[in-house]
């Protein structure tokens, strides 16, 4: 658990009490995993005068014992009370535990409705503090996203034997993918998988419909998988047969790349490893074709602090674990993205490669 972390931003702060209710702050902090599950926002993590409390619907409470052994439990119903159990809402639940007007709370990460519960309350917005906070993996960290990178490899290198060797639809390309990470071990994917063939391509969040690669085309595939509830982002463009057109835009899409990645090290700002790269695609005349940022941090989300985009404020840390993604799009016509999940050192990155990315 890393409830120290907590206390320490807490005291940092000068606050005594927060709430949080992000699932994937609750895992960070706790290890009770409810990223999968609709319960939303009806879990919280109270921390007050230096006692965490996880406060789970009745439903949860016997899998929230199995995962959790070192911080208080309690669960609420509507229908019962108990040892351990309120009656009432979470909103009543966590009313038995603050004892102070003011109280840090993840607003970013918490719905209108619940913060409404607490608007009596001096609210202090702590959503920035916890993503970064959670940006700077440790060891353990680091092992689940390159096994979560590992599993990835293995369903992209099978994406391009298919579009190499096969005639394949969209739909069908992305099942067998999808598969193959089940298979290799993911617990689920990061992300729904993007698979796009020719025009298709230039929507970067294409979803997969009946269409066939032909000769002559592209495929940008995206995908990503979950493990141990880390994450992993790749993409990678393929060719099927030859096209011309499609080569030079891919070359200028990998020199963004590449220059973008070359600047990655601590101490440097997200926005300047955004602007490597838009350099690039801006000096070969296609700069309104690159339509979003360079990339993002991944972690237990697949989108995480910091944004690596032209108006970050983030300052790049060791052990930070962020994407690069450039990308041109051409409507009617084709798409070009390449991305890869690297690993920020003091010096050069470390790049976590799924498949070798030269046409």
């Known amino acids: 658990m890393r409830l120290h972390k907590l206390k320490e931003l807490l005291e940092v702060k000068g606050l005594k009490c927060a709430i949080i209710t992000s699932p994937a702050s609750i895992f960070y902090l706790t290890g009770y995993d409810y990223i999968t599950t609709d319960i939303g926002n009806f879990v919280a993590l109270v921390y007050c005068d230096g006692i965490a409390t996880l406060i789970v619907p009745l439903l949860e409470l016997y899998r929230a014992q199995d995962k959790v052994k070192e911080i208080d439990l309690v669960a609420y119903s509507t229908t019962l009370e108990g040892e351990k159990i309120i009656k009432g809402s979470l909103k009543d639940a966590i009313l038995n535990f603050i004892k102070e007007n003011k109280i840090g709370l993840d607003i970013q990460n918490t719905s209108s409705i619940f913060y409404n519960y607490f608007s009596k309350f001096e609210i202090i917005d702590l959503s920035k503090d916890i993503s970064i906070m959670r940006s700077v993996k440790d060891q353990e960290e680091l092992e689940l996203i390159k096994r979560a990178g590992d599993i990835t490899t293995a369903a992209m290198k099978i994406a391009q034997d298919k579009l190499t060797n096969s005639e394949i639809s969209e739909k069908y390309l992305a099942g067998i993918i999808d598969m193959t990470m089940r298979t290799e071990g993911a617990e689920d994917y990061a992300f729904p998988s993007i698979v796009a063939f020719a025009e298709n391509s230039a929507f970067p969040h294409h979803i997969p419909s009946d269409k066939v690669i032909k000769e002559g085309q592209n495929a940008v595939v995206d995908i990503g998988a979950r493990y141990e509830k880390y994450c992993f982002d790749s993409t990678r463009t393929f060719l099927k047969g030859e096209n011309t057109e499609i080569k030079k835009i891919y070359e200028i899409v990998l020199q963004a790349q590449l220059e973008a990645?070359?600047?990655?090290?601590?101490?440097?700002?997200?926005?300047?490893?955004?602007?490597?790269?838009?350099?690039?695609?801006?000096?070969?005349?296609?700069?309104?074709?690159?339509?979003?940022?360079?990339?993002?941090?991944?972690?237990?989300?697949?989108?995480e602090y910091p944004s690596i985009s032209p108006n970050s404020d983030a300052e790049l840390k060791e052990n930070m674990v962020i994407t690069i993604e450039p990308g041109i799009y051409l409507k009617n016509k084709f798409g070009i993205r390449i991305e890869d999940t690297v690993i920020v050192t003091k010096r050069k990155p470390i790049v976590l490669e799924t498949t070798f990315k030269y046409l």
């Not at 838009?278 to 237990?300: D, M, P």
């Open 261 to 303: 990645i070359d600047k990655v090290k601590e101490g440097v700002k997200a926005s300047e490893v955004d602007l490597a790269a838009r350099r690039v695609i801006e000096k070969a005349g296609y700069g309104k074709y690159f339509i979003h940022s360079t990339g993002h941090g991944v972690g237990i989300e697949v989108h």
